[in-house]
């Protein structure tokens, strides 16, 4: 009887046991997130790479409409 016993209160804390792992394991995979999330928010943003050589800058044309009569 009491092997009984304790072959059921091993199977209740294993079952508890694996439900926990699952609600852990979900968590460790949002709180990884949240970090990475603080990370890519504190670094400091990239620079623009500056262009070598100049530009050339030109008025755009100058287009006719006709007006109605």
């Known amino acids: 009887m009491k092997l009984r016993e304790a072959l ?18 979900k968590h460790d995979e949002e709180i990884t997130a949240i970090i990475e999330a603080i990370r890519q928010l504190m670094a400091p943003p990239k620079k623009p790479r500056r262009e070598i050589g100049f530009h050339v800058r030109e008025k755009a044309p100058r287009y006719r409409t006709r007006k109605r009569p």
């Open 8 to 25: 059921e209160t091993n199977r209740e804390l294993a079952r508890e046991f694996s439900e926990l792992e699952k609600r852990v394991g």
